[in-house]
C-alpha cells in the first residue's frame, strides 16, 4: 500500500481541521499559510522530493536533521502554500505531495497553520 492510497484519511483530516478552525472563529475567507512536512532519514531522497514539490508550484524550506527520543536522526522540510480553506484546493495538495513522497520513498507527514481571527495578535503568530 503506498501513501496515496491512504489520501482519504488525509481528506477527512482536512476536513476536520477546517471544521474545528472555523468553529473556533478563525477567519471563512483569510488566506491561510498552510505548511505540509516531508521526512526521510536519507537526505538525498528528501532533497528530490524538495525539488519535486518546487517545480509542482510550492514553497520548500531548507532540510533540517532532527534528533528523535530513540537517538537516531531524521531529516525534514516544510511545503508551504498560501490557501483558503477550501477542501478541494487542500486535497489537490494531498494528491500531489502523496505521489511525489510516493515516487521518492519519503514520508509525508501532515500539515498545520495558524489559525487567524479576532484578538490574535499577528506579530504574535508570526513569531511562532
Same mark, same amino acid.
Given at each position: 500500500?503506498?501513501?496515496?492510497?491512504?489520501?482519504?484519511?488525509?481528506?477527512?483530516?482536512?476536513?476536520?481541521?477546517?471544521?474545528?478552525?472555523?468553529?473556533?472563529?478563525?477567519?471563512?475567507?483569510?488566506?491561510?499559510?498552510?505548511?505540509?512536512?516531508?521526512?526521510?532519514?536519507?537526505?538525498?531522497?528528501?532533497?528530490?522530493?524538495?525539488?519535486?514539490?518546487?517545480?509542482?508550484?510550492?514553497?520548500?524550506?531548507?532540510?533540517?536533521? $532532527?534528533?528523535? /527520543?530513540?537517538? +537516531? %536522526?531524521? @531529516?525534514?522540510? !516544510?511545503?508551504?502554500?498560501?490557501?483558503?480553506? &477550501?477542501? #478541494?484546493?487542500?486535497?489537490?495538495?494531498?494528491?500531489?505531495?502523496?505521489?511525489i513522497?510516493?515516487k521518492?520513498? $519519503?514520508?509525508? /507527514?501532515?500539515? +498545520? %497553520?495558524? @489559525?487567524?481571527? !479576532?484578538?490574535?495578535?499577528?506579530?504574535?503568530a &508570526?513569531? #511562532?
Open positions: 500500500m503506498t501513501q496515496f492510497d491512504e489520501r482519504t484519511e488525509w481528506y477527512e483530516f482536512n476536513q476536520e481541521t477546517i471544521d474545528a478552525l472555523l468553529s473556533d472563529g478563525s477567519e471563512a475567507d483569510a488566506t491561510y499559510t498552510i505548511e505540509h512536512h516531508m521526512a526521510c532519514k536519507d537526505f538525498d531522497l528528501l532533497e528530490k522530493a524538495a525539488v519535486d514539490s518546487f517545480k509542482a508550484g510550492f514553497e520548500v524550506t531548507d532540510a533540517e536533521e $532532527v534528533y528523535l /527520543d530513540d537517538g +537516531g %536522526t531524521v @531529516f525534514c522540510f !516544510d511545503i508551504i502554500a498560501e490557501r483558503q480553506l &477550501e477542501r #478541494e484546493a487542500l486535497d489537490k495538495d494531498i494528491d500531489t505531495l502523496l505521489q513522497a510516493d521518492h520513498n $519519503v514520508h509525508y /507527514d501532515g500539515w +498545520g %497553520t495558524y @489559525f487567524i481571527g !479576532d484578538g490574535v495578535d499577528d506579530s504574535d &508570526e513569531e #511562532e
